[in-house]
């Protein structure tokens, strides 16, 4: 087998989140395909690390892991708070702004 | 370091966990994006998340992959299920479509960009795969720990503003102001003697009934089932169970098989005879 195949394992999994992103309507769920995406891209800099065989790659991945630790946090926060005041998490029914 | 990481093909032990795990991911990725309930979604989210763990570590990111186990398994998807308990783990997502044909340009636009990855992918020219034995010789940890402590410790220091940030930012947006002072006991109980209505304590759950769960109503002394007897969180999300009535059904539906089987007939216990009477 080709390590290249990670790569291909990574497209994968980053288009099936990204479609999750568009199709859901949920906000928990979108967030979730978000972090599908992310750990994605996670899985295609350890593959790029194995090859060129340095390990900058990981050194990325890793400060990945800890920016989206961080938006977890806030961005859960955020879909709390808007449970609260609207008792719904869709992301239909934010549409105060709309005419 | 086995000599495999090092080598432009890899070894048929690594195929075989590339071709199950792999296939094993890609489900749980469809089925985090299909599932209907959020609960399945997150649960399929942290399956596919181990799996990653463990190409990480089959990649030669032995620290990052047991860093993925722990963050994103342990802490980011308890997070998440922590969440869809408190927004409710039965909302179903809507199937309505707000937006006509969303959904299936939303499939076309996936497929195209699929494509379009992959072939990039395909055209590009990765023939060489260097291996990680040179740089992993002194150990992963150490060799991360160079590199974080020197060429990224900028980065590194502005990760933790960043952390600071977000855990202060958290805290601000979950933060509920109070806007009234909250009633002290005294000042309930007075309330309460002088509304007239349930002066004495309210009845402790299920006291009464069959079942002594806090979800189910009790029953009162005359048969009824009460509603105080549950907890005023519950009742206020229409969580209350009632089997009571239920329950005496059951048992009567018992009783009357145990009869044919005895073939007994006109016999019937003087409880039922109450229970049925009492459920009336």
Not at chain 2, 85 to 111: F, N, P, Y
Not at chain 2, 123 to 140: D, I, P, T, V
């Amino acid at each position: 087998m080709n390590p290249v195949n990670y790569l291909y394992l990574a497209a994968l999994l980053f288009t099936i989140g990204a479609t999750g992103v568009l199709i859901r309507r949920n906000a928990i769920v979108v967030f979730m395909c978000i972090e599908l995406m992310l750990n994605a891209c996670n899985l295609a800099f350890v593959a790029f690390s194995r090859m060129h065989g340095n390990l900058d790659g990981q050194v990325i991945a890793f400060f990945t892991m800890v920016v989206a630790a961080a938006e977890v946090v806030v961005g859960l926060a955020i879909i709390v708070s808007l449970f609260r005041s609207r008792h719904s998490a869709s992301v239909d029914d934010a549409s105060l702004m709309k005419l | 370091m086995s000599p495999q990481l090092a080598a432009y093909s890899t070894s048929t032990g690594e195929a075989f966990q590339f071709w199950v795990l792999g296939t094993v991911a890609v489900i749980g990725a469809l089925s985090t994006v299909f599932m209907k309930k959020a609960v399945h979604s997150a649960l399929s989210l942290a399956g596919t998340m181990i799996i990653l763990a463990v190409f990480y570590l089959a990649n030669g990111a032995y620290f990052l992959g047991i860093v993925q186990i722990v963050v994103y398994t342990g802490a980011i998807m308890m997070l998440f299920l922590f969440v869809v308990m408190l927004v409710g783990v039965t909302a179903a997502d809507s199937l309505k479509e707000t937006i006509k044909g969303q959904r299936w340009l939303a499939l076309l636009c996936g497929l195209g960009f699929g494509i379009l990855l992959i072939a990039g992918i395909g055209n590009a020219s990765l023939k060489e795969f260097n291996g990680l034995a040179q740089a992993n010789a002194n150990g992963n940890v150490e060799g991360l720990a160079t590199f974080i402590f020197t060429k990224y410790v900028f980065a590194f220091e502005i990760t933790g503003a960043l952390l600071i940030t977000a855990a202060v930012g958290a805290m601000v947006l979950t933060h509920r102001e109070r806007t009234e002072r909250a009633k002290t006991q005294r000042e309930l109980a007075e309330e309460r003697v002088r509304a007239g209505k349930h002066v004495p304590p309210l009845p402790a759950p299920g006291v009464y009934a069959r079942h002594n769960a806090v979800d189910i109503a009790g029953l009162l002394p005359d048969g009824t089932p009460s509603e105080l007897t549950v907890s005023k969180t519950l009742r206020e999300r229409g969580q209350i169970r009632d089997v009571s009535t239920e329950a005496l059904n059951d048992l009567k539906a018992l009783e009357q098989r145990s009869e044919e089987r005895l073939e007994r007939t006109a016999v019937e216990p003087a409880n039922l005879k109450r229970a049925e009477e009492a459920s009336k």
